[in-house]
């Protein structure tokens, strides 16, 4: 039965750099389709697609307290949900 959940564990964490490596393909692709830089939009697109599966493999390979994770994962949504306007 542990042994189940090794495999288990080591597929989370190779699915989890999948996603990663997926989701920074596509965001650069989509860059170079549109002719376009990075923007704050752009930054903030690919540090969720960091962030959110590095959360995941620390939940599953550490024994990180619910309350750590909660703490992390409103983070997350407090900077996905936050506007970032320029000084004029």
Known sequence: MEEIIVYLKIAIVVGSLIVMIYGLN???KRL???QQGFGP???KAIGV???LPTLL???ISTELKSETLAALLGTVAGYILSSSKPDE
């Open 26 to 28: 596509l965001i650069f």
């Open 32 to 34: 170079e389709a549109k």
């Open 41 to 43: 939009n752009t930054l």
């Open 49 to 51: 697609i960091l962030f």
């Open 57 to 59: 493999i620390l939940a």
